[in-house]
């Protein structure tokens, strides 16, 4: 007796099922493409929490064993090791709202920003009046609640400071009266926009 022997045909290639970008290998998750970008976008973002002062994690709720993996990575210079720790970080971020934590470091950066223009403006207010008597009375329109007096006086003391090449103690004091006007400022227009 012979044996028989199946023989079974080879599908050509327009036979075979076609997968979406999406679909992997008879599933409907997503591509292996699309996990590993999700992947470098939680291990990017674990990057920026590493650039954070460590009091921001406490406050972000990060675990405990996201935070020990943070606080690991900052002690590693060499490259390889520290890639593989950002790796590391990557995983751990998968168990924590990722979403949540970009908003906090959104709103942070913005933050940043705003306080660095506030920064400016009162150092360009502060060279204004020392160099300019108008300026005050620009200032004085602009922002009317200023105590004009104090200003004045502190103006008078920073320009004596200032022609007597004495450490400028005085035009710090005007920088903190500004720094408080314009924040005052700020703050009021921000409650009441809040409002409306």
């Not at 679909?23 to 920026?48: C, D, I, N, Y």
């Not at 009091?55 to 675990?63: C, K, S």
């Not at 606080?71 to 790796?87: G, K, N, P, V």
């Not at 709202?97 to 306080?115: F, Q």
Request: net charge positive.
């Amino acid at each position: 007796m012979a044996a028989q022997v199946q023989t079974t045909r080879q599908p050509e290639m327009n036979e075979l099922p076609q997968a979406g970008p999406d679909a992997v290998a008879g599933t409907t998750g997503p591509s292996k493409t699309r996990r590993k970008q999700a992947m470098l976008a939680l291990q990017k973002l674990g990057e920026k929490l590493l650039e954070l002062p460590v009091e921001h994690w406490q406050r972000l709720a990060l675990p405990e064993a996201l935070c020990d993996a943070l606080a690991r990575a900052r002690t590693i210079s060499a490259h390889e090791a520290r890639r593989r720790q950002l790796q590391y970080i990557g995983r751990l971020m998968r168990q924590v709202d990722a979403e949540a934590i970009e908003r906090t470091l959104a709103s942070l950066h913005g933050r940043g920003r705003a306080s660095a223009t506030l920064l400016h403006r009162c150092e360009q207010w502060r060279d204004r009046l020392l160099a300019d008597d108008e300026a005050l009375t620009e200032f004085l329109a602009a922002y009317p609640t200023t105590d004009a007096q104090a200003l004045r006086a502190t103006i008078r003391a920073a320009r004596r400071e200032l022609a007597s090449a004495r450490p400028p103690r005085q035009a710090r004091l005007l920088y903190r009266a500004l720094h408080v006007q314009l924040t005052t400022i700020a703050g009021a227009d921000v409650t009441s926009t809040e409002t409306s």
